[in-house]
């Protein structure tokens, strides 16, 4: 298994966290935070954004998040992929 390297998962991580922690409710925004998700998971080998953070633990567990604005995002009542077992995002179907 190829481990991605330690400071580019702690940035990718950092940028995720900051725009999920983010209030712009923009397309723009939107965008950014579907690629910072789609980051992480293609970095880890996983399919969503939750079990990314969870592999980056895993690989990492003395990592931290130095941005002083992300926090770890919640995770709604109906679990991590919300209630129709989708993580929020549209992927869309590969070309």
Not at 62 to 68: A, E, G, I, S
């Amino acid at each position: 298994m190829i481990v991605p390297d330690r400071v580019v998962l702690q940035l990718a991580v950092e940028q995720y966290l900051a725009l999920a922690a983010g209030t712009v409710d923009t397309e723009l925004a939107g965008l950014r935070l579907h690629s910072a998700a789609y980051t992480l998971c293609v970095l880890t080998g996983t399919s969503t954004a939750e079990e990314a953070l969870d592999e980056v633990r895993r690989l990492y567990p003395d990592l931290t998040w130095q941005h002083t604005g992300a926090r770890e995002p919640s995770v709604p009542p109906d679990g991590p992929d919300g209630p129709d077992g989708s993580d929020g995002l549209d992927w869309g179907t590969p070309s």
